[in-house]
């Protein structure tokens, strides 16, 4: 576009204060080539969108108890059919009448996210502490059960969001501590610990997940004897977990490379150890370099989850295609409405991770905007 | 902590958190119990399946570990309520009621296609009932007894009912469409070749894709499997326009399959089919099977096991078969509950009619 500040950037000013006629037509149609840029993409965008709108809401089924409701020529998305399975689709197997545990953990979750996301919020290290060590232990033990007054729920039954969400935020909690630690390690002095973070990071980024998870999944009860062999998701977690840990400690590995020698030798100097060195100088400026590389790395493991379906685990889109196999809610469109739902939950949790990062970052960088 | 009194109780309540989750079972054998520990300890892993060790095992772990398909209509899909239908799980049922009298003492492995046979093999699961086709080599090579055929299938074609096809010979000269690099194409080629009748084969990489290709009538038949057939005319936009023809061009019995090794585990597995199969020759349904108990014919009373001791025979009770039928049904029941012409299916019985009524499905007699 023409109007350009010398830093690159569209000048906001101009943009904002104009009328919208003279903004497009200084944006928009500034130029033969632009109009015709403009002209063309608004045809490819009025190719799209109606039919895409016209599928999802104005010829879509909205109400109905039945696979009937949903037949017929010219008839959109059948919501009904997701409305149905709602219950399937976020948790799974899960056994109906013990569903409150998964509401308690999705609840006190919520509550315990939402003051350590916002960055005024008071008794941050209480509440962080809460949210990575003791939530996740409250989690497994009402999940899974197995304990005094609560009925064991084997992971065979658990499916949908739940188990989406199980294994995104086991891979997010774990891959980033484990993620520094290996980036540290690769820039190691030590020869041993070197060599040893090289191997681990080399090895797990050159295995495609697919693969770690059938060695899991399949290969790894060939090996040990019977009944020794763990539980499926859990195998699936730790695969998942160390997978991404390694990529996460390539990110940090490149934040920690922009930070200028001056600030270990600075560190060095007034005396700090190796550990206060990078806890309290290099790591908070490492970090913050990255954070797009992180959430970058966060949201492709989010969608990544999706992959434990191979491996016989529901996830929501596995829980979405069991579902499209009832004989009573086969319909035509069924298959495009559920993968618009999928999508649709998908990317409001990637959307989600993707703005907070933003937020973050733009709070973090204050003083190094530019 | 300033308050000592706080720090106390803040302790005391972590204290017992930490000993409430670690106190009375490991947490990474989920489900398993002690049952499974004890098991292992007795290092049985290394012989898998040696004579009635199956059936030790599944009585230890309380339930049935059943493997079926991930979402197949009429045979293994779940509904709203997460609830597991179909042929291939009623046999499940059938089999845990047999065994523990309970249908629900059973646990459901969605398995893939791929990861079907080595789940058996490692034995996650004790039997593989997941629409797999009985062929030699599965039967021979993998380290599998087929026990049965619980439905015999086919690939057919589906025809528009205004074409006026009637029979798989009338589609000479037409085109058809299928998945690319499947034995179905192979199968088409076949059976075209051998009659000498020309033909078109639009082959797709997706089913999807060749469905849709079927409905916006870029080809004259779709042809896959004839299960298959039933379940995707569901998905046409007028699926009653549609037809399944009655021809079919390959064999393909599908079946449960147990690993080898285990003749005890093996006869329960296969005598549950026949018991179901029996019982519908019989007359016997889920509805009338008590009744049935006090009847004077001898083939009932040896089935129900009012005579002889046929149940014990294979480390079960008397009334094995009684808990079977009262919980599926007997065969016929349970084929026209999941894919019966009542059912969104409608498939017709056919082949799988018994012997006596046109069809195929014969069952030994228990004697």
């Known amino acids: 576009m023409a109007m350009e500040d010398v830093t690159g950037r569209p000048s906001p000013k101009i943009g904002m204060r104009a009328s919208p006629v003279v903004w497009a037509r200084r944006n928009l149609f500034s130029s033969v080539g632009n109009t015709v840029l403009t002209l063309a993409s608004l045809y490819l965008l009025w190719l799209a969108i109606p039919p895409v709108l016209d599928f999802t809401i104005f010829s879509a089924v909205w109400s109905g108890t039945t696979r009937d409701a949903c037949l017929g020529p010219d008839k959109g998305a059948c919501w009904p059919f997701i409305w149905a399975n709602i219950g399937q689709f976020i948790y799974g197997r899960y056994p109906a009448d013990e569903i409150w545990r998964v509401n308690v953990v999705f609840a006190l979750g919520a509550v315990a996210l939402v003051p350590a996301l916002i960055p005024s919020a008071p008794a941050k290290r209480f509440n962080l502490i809460f949210l990575l060590i003791i939530y996740p232990l409250i989690a497994l033990v009402l999940l899974a059960g197995d304990r005094p007054g609560l009925r064991p729920v084997p992971t065979s039954e658990w499916g949908g969001l739940l188990v989406t969400l199980v294994v995104a935020l086991t891979g997010i909690v774990v891959s980033l501590p484990l993620g520094i630690v290996l980036a540290l390690g690769r820039r190691s002095s030590m020869p041993a610990i070197r060599m040893l973070s090289v191997v681990f990071i080399e090895f797990w980024r050159g295995v495609p997940l697919i693969t770690v998870l059938f060695m899991a999944s399949v290969m790894l009860p060939l090996f040990l004897p019977e009944g020794m062999s763990p539980d499926n998701l859990l195998r699936c977690l730790v695969g998942v977990a160390l997978f991404s840990s390694a990529y996460m400690a390539e990110v940090v590995r490149g934040g920690l490379q922009a930070i200028p020698a001056g600030q270990y030798e600075a560190a060095r100097a007034v005396g700090l150890s190796y550990w206060r060195t990078m806890g309290l100088v290099v790591l908070p400026q490492a970090l913050r370099h990255v954070i797009p590389g992180i959430v970058n790395t966060f949201i492709g493991l989010f969608k990544d989850t999706t992959l434990v379906l191979i491996v016989g685990i529901f996830d929501l889109l596995g829980q979405v295609r069991a579902q499209l196999s009832d004989p009573s809610w086969t319909v035509p469109q069924g298959a495009l409405t559920a993968y618009v739902f999928a999508a649709l939950v998908y990317w409001v949790f990637c959307f989600g991770m993707s703005q907070y990062s933003n937020f973050m970052e733009r709070r973090l960088n204050t003083a190094r905007e530019r | ?367």
Request: hydrophobic share 40%; aromatic share 8%.
């Open chain 2, 1 to 367: 902590m300033k308050n000592p009194l706080v720090a106390l109780i803040a302790g005391i309540l972590i204290g017992a958190g930490g000993l409430y989750f670690f106190l009375p079972y490991d947490p990474l054998t989920l489900g398993g119990g002690a049952a499974q520990v004890s098991s292992a300890g007795a290092g049985d892993g290394a012989e898998r399946a040696s004579a009635g060790e199956t059936l030790r095992r599944v009585r230890n772990r309380g339930f049935v570990q059943c493997g079926v398909s991930q979402g197949l209509p009429g045979f293994s899909s779940p509904d709203e309520r997460g609830n597991w239908s179909g042929i291939d799980v009623d046999f499940c049922r059938a089999l845990a009621a047999a065994i523990f009298g309970d249908p629900d003492k059973v646990r459901f492995r969605p398995l893939s296609a791929k990861d079907r046979f080595t789940a058996l093999q490692s034995g996650e699961i004790d039997i593989l009932s997941r629409n797999t086709t009985w062929t030699m080599s599965r039967d021979t090579q993998l380290g599998f007894d087929f026990i049965g055929v619980t439905y015999y299938d086919g690939q057919s074609f589906m025809v528009r009912k205004a074409a006026g096809i009637k029979s798989a010979r009338d589609l000479a000269g037409g085109t058809i469409c299928t998945e690319t690099g499947t034995t179905t194409e192979l199968n088409v080629a076949d059976y075209f070749r051998s009659r000498g009748l020309s033909y078109k084969v639009l082959s797709f990489e997706k089913n999807e894709e060749a469905l849709v290709a079927y409905d916006r009538g870029r080809c004259d038949a779709y042809t896959t499997d004839a299960s298959g057939l039933y379940a995707q005319r569901l998905k046409l936009t007028d699926a009653d326009a549609n037809m399944v023809l009655d021809d079919v061009i390959s064999k393909e019995p599908l079946g449960p399959a147990v690993r080898q090794g285990d003749p005890q585990w093996e006869d329960i597995a296969r005598w549950t089919l026949n018991a179901l199969l029996n019982a519908e020759e019989l007359g016997i349904t889920s509805g009338n099977v008590d009744e049935m108990l006090e009847s004077d014919n001898p083939r009932v009373r040896r089935l129900l096991g009012r005579e002889g001791a046929y149940g014990e025979a294979v480390g079960l009770r008397a009334d094995w078969a009684v808990h079977a039928i009262r919980a599926v049904g007997n065969y016929g029941q349970m084929f026209e509950r999941n894919v019966g012409t009542e059912t969104p299916l409608g498939i017709k019985r056919g082949l799988n009619a018994l012997w006596s009524d046109g069809g195929v499905q014969y069952a030994p007699p228990v004697r």
